[in-house]
T-cell receptor, first 110, second 115 residues
Framework: GQQVMQIPQYQHVQEGEDFTTYCNSS?????IQWYKQRPGGHPVFLIQ?????EVKKQKRLTFQFGEAKKNSSLHITATQTTDVGTYFC??????????FGTGTRLTIIP | GAVVSQHPSWVICKSGTSVKIECRSL??????MFWYRQFPKQSLMLMAT?????????EQGVEKDKFLINHASLTLSTLTVTSAHPEDSSFYIC???????????FGSGTRLTVV
C-alpha cells in the first residue's frame, strides 16, 4: 500500500531548542495533515496543507508543504515542555482513509 | 465543535470474552467512522471503515468476524472485539470527520488489556 515515511523516529531536545520532523512520499500528495498525540492521549488535528509550497504558522509551529507535494515538515521554534508528544503526518490518498506516518516522538529535557 | 466521545477509556477482560467499544459523534453526524489500533510506541493502523446503515469495510489482514462493527445511527459506531486474546491487547481509537474542511476528530481511545 501507499506509505508515508517520517523522520526522525525520536528526537530529544533541550527546552528552548528548535525541533523539526519531516514526512516524505514517493508519490505526489493532494494533501497532508499533521496531528499531535500526547503520551497516553489521542491524536489531535493540527493542520491540513493542500497547496504546493504552502507554509502555515500556528504560534511557534511552522508547517510546510513541498513544491512537488511529496514532502512536508513541521518545525517548532523554542520548544517548551508542553510540546512533548508524538507528531504524526497523515495523508488521505483519495478514499477518505488516513494513512499515518510512523511518527516522531519528541521529548524535552528541562 | 466536532467532538467524538469514546467509551470505555480502558477495559480489562479475560481471554475468550467479548468487549464492546462505543464511539459517538456529539455535535455532528458521521456517516463514516474509522477504527484504528495502536500498539505501544507505534503508529496508528486503520482497521476498518464503519459506514452508517451498511457493512463495514475492513483493511487487509483484519478479521471481520473477530472485530465486529455496527454503525446503526449517524452518531454511533461500535466495535466489538470477540473472543479476545492477549494479543488483542492494544489501544483502539475511533475517528470521524465533520466535513471536508475539517481535520479528523479522534475519540479519547480505549486501552484494552486481555488477561
Amino acid at each position: 500500500g501507499q506509505q508515508v515515511m517520517q523522520i526522525p523516529q525520536y528526537q530529544h531536545v533541550q527546552e528552548g531548542e528548535d525541533f523539526t520532523t519531516y514526512c516524505n512520499s514517493s508519490t505526489t500528495l493532494s494533501n497532508i495533515q499533521w496531528y499531535k498525540q500526547r503520551p497516553g492521549g489521542h491524536p489531535v488535528f493540527l493542520i491540513q496543507l493542500v497547496k504546493s509550497g504552502e507554509v502555515k504558522k500556528q504560534k511557534r509551529l511552522t508547517f510546510q508543504f513541498g513544491e512537488a507535494k511529496k514532502n512536508s515538515s513541521l518545525h517548532i521554534t523554542a520548544t517548551q515542555t508542553t510540546d512533548v508528544g508524538t507528531y504524526f503526518c497523515a495523508v488521505d490518498f483519495g478514499n477518505e482513509k488516513l494513512t499515518f506516518g510512523t511518527g516522531t516522538r519528541l521529548t524535552i529535557i528541562p | 465543535g466536532a467532538v467524538v466521545s469514546q467509551h470505555p477509556s480502558w477495559v480489562i477482560c479475560k481471554s475468550g470474552t467479548s468487549v464492546k467499544i462505543e464511539c459517538r459523534s456529539l455535535d455532528f453526524q458521521a456517516t463514516t467512522m474509522f477504527w484504528y489500533r495502536q500498539f505501544p510506541k507505534q503508529s496508528l493502523m486503520l482497521m476498518a471503515t464503519s459506514n452508517e446503515g451498511s457493512k463495514a469495510t475492513y483493511e487487509q489482514g483484519v478479521e471481520k468476524d473477530k472485530f465486529l462493527i455496527n454503525h446503526a445511527s449517524l452518531t454511533l459506531s461500535t466495535l466489538t472485539v470477540t473472543s479476545a486474546h492477549p494479543e488483542d491487547s492494544s489501544f483502539y481509537i475511533c475517528s470521524a470527520r465533520a466535513g471536508s474542511n475539517y481535520g479528523y476528530t479522534f475519540g479519547s481511545g480505549t486501552r484494552l488489556t486481555v488477561v
